[in-house]
C-alpha cells in the first residue's frame, strides 16, 4: 500500500485539484492523509476533502510543512509514503509507474522530472555525488517506509533536500524515472520565491545590498553544508 500525505495550508482550491489527481490514480492501493496546518478557513478546507476518499485528516496549528509531514507519517500505515504539497497534480500513472520501478529495484525511493508553469523540471540519474552537490529530487517522490527518517523540523529550506542527504548517509539509493509524472500547478506558490541560478552567484557584498531571501537561501545553505559535511 501507498500512503499519500498531503500538507495543506489555505488554497482549497489548490487542495481539491490535488486530490482530484489522487483519486484518478490507476494504483489503487492507497491510504490518502491530509493535514492542514493552520489554514485560515479550516471550514471551507472540510468542505473540499469531504468531495473526495480522505482516509484521515489531521488538524493542527500552524507549525510548517515538515511537521506537517511528519504528522501524516505517524499517522499512516502503508509499505510506501508519498508526500504531496498542495499544488502538485500527479499524472493518471504516476503511482503506478513508481510503485513498479521501486518493487523492480532494490532502491530506496523513485523520483521523476515534473512541470512547473510552462517549464519542464528534469531530473537526473541519480549520483550520490551529484546530489552533494545540487538537489535535483522533489519531494514528491515515493519512499519505503523503512527508509524514511523524518523531516528534519528545524529547517525552514532545503528540507528535502537534507532528506534524500539524510537516506544517502544511511547508506539509501534512489533511482530516477526517465518520465514527467506530476506538474505544479501554483507558479505563485514557494517555487516562484526561487531567483534564477546567476542571481546567488552576484557579488552582493560589493552592491551594499543583499535581498532578504539571498540571505536567507545562504543561511540555510550553510546549515545544509555543515550538517552533511559537503
Request: charged share 25%; proline share 4%; net charge neutral.
Amino acid at each position: 500500500m501507498i500512503s499519500v500525505i498531503i500538507p495543506n495550508f489555505n488554497k482549497p482550491e489548490n487542495l481539491k485539484k490535488c486530490l482530484q489527481s489522487v483519486q484518478e490514480q490507476t494504483f489503487s492501493d492507497l491510504e490518502v492523509i491530509v493535514v492542514d496546518d493552520g489554514s485560515r478557513d479550516i471550514e471551507v478546507i472540510k468542505a473540499v476533502i469531504e468531495q473526495f476518499r480522505v482516509d484521515k485528516f489531521i488538524q493542527q496549528v500552524n507549525q510548517g510543512a515538515p511537521k506537517a509531514r511528519n504528522a501524516g507519517f505517524d499517522v499512516s500505515s502503508g509499505e510506501y509514503v508519498i508526500f504531496l504539497d498542495n499544488d502538485v497534480v500527479m499524472a493518471p500513472d504516476m503511482l503506478d509507474k513508481m510503485y513498479s520501478a521501486i518493487q523492480s529495484s532494490q532502491v530506496d525511493f523513485v523520483y521523476s522530472s515534473f512541470q512547473y508553469g510552462w517549464k519542464i523540471i528534469k531530473s537526473l540519474e541519480f549520483s550520490i555525488d551529484a546530489l552533494r552537490k545540487i538537489n535535483y529530487i522533489h519531494t514528491s517522490s515515493l519512499v519505503r517506509r523503512s527508509s524514511f527518517p523524518r523531516f528534519d523540523e528545524s529547517l525552514e529550506k532545503f528540507q528535502d533536500w537534507d532528506l534524500w542527504l539524510t537516506i544517502v548517509a544511511q547508506g539509501g539509493v534512489g533511482k530516477n524515472i526517465d518520465d514527467k509524472l506530476f506538474k505544479i500547478i501554483d507558479t505563485n506558490g514557494t517555487m516562484s520565491t526561487w531567483w534564477p541560478a546567476f542571481v546567488y552567484k552576484l557579488p552582493w557584498p560589493v552592491f551594499g545590498f543583499t535581498p532578504k531571501s539571498i540571505k536567507k537561501y545562504f543561511q540555510a545553505l550553510d546549515i545544509i553544508k555543515e550538517k552533511h559535511n559537503l
